[in-house]
Nanobody, 123 residues
Framework: QVQLVESGGGLVQTGGSLNLSCTNS????????MAWFRQAPGKEREFVAA????????DYVDSVKGRFTISRDNAKNTALLQMNSLQPDDTAVYYC????????????????WGQGTQVTVSS
């Protein structure tokens, strides 16, 4: 069974940094494609970044390229999202998601979700 728990959100000023963590309580973490999505108030949940089970493929939405870095530590059952140069437009609830299979940026392709962690960037 997959149970995802995010942590690391908070309030930061424009230009600041935050590191989000997603821990999976399941025993087969390395089998899952991991992704981060975000949802701002009044907006659809959108893809942010994804990483393959081996870590050799990483994909990002254009708006975060060069600022965010996704990584994973399969030994610790953890996926990470390092966020630098944060902007007010990055304000959202950030969700960790997992799926078996290949890359997808579509939220409906991910059956497993965490509860979300709030990221607020003040101007």
């Amino acid at each position: 069974q997959v149970q995802l728990v995010e942590s690391g959100g908070g309030l930061v000023q424009t230009g600041g940094s935050l590191n989000l963590s997603c821990t999976n309580s399941g025993r087969t973490f390395s089998s899952y494609y991991m992704a981060w999505f975000r949802q701002a108030p009044g907006k659809e949940r959108e893809f942010v970044a994804a990483i393959s089970w081996s870590g050799d493929r990483k994909d990002y939405v254009d708006s975060v390229k060069g600022r965010f870095t996704i990584s994973r530590d399969n030994a610790k059952n953890t996926a990470l999202l390092q966020m630098n140069s944060l902007q007010p437009d990055d304000t959202a609830v950030y969700y960790c998601a997992a799926r078996i299979g290949s890359f997808s940026s579509a939220k409906y392709m991910y059956p497993y979700w965490g509860q979300g962690t709030q990221v607020t960037v003040s101007s």
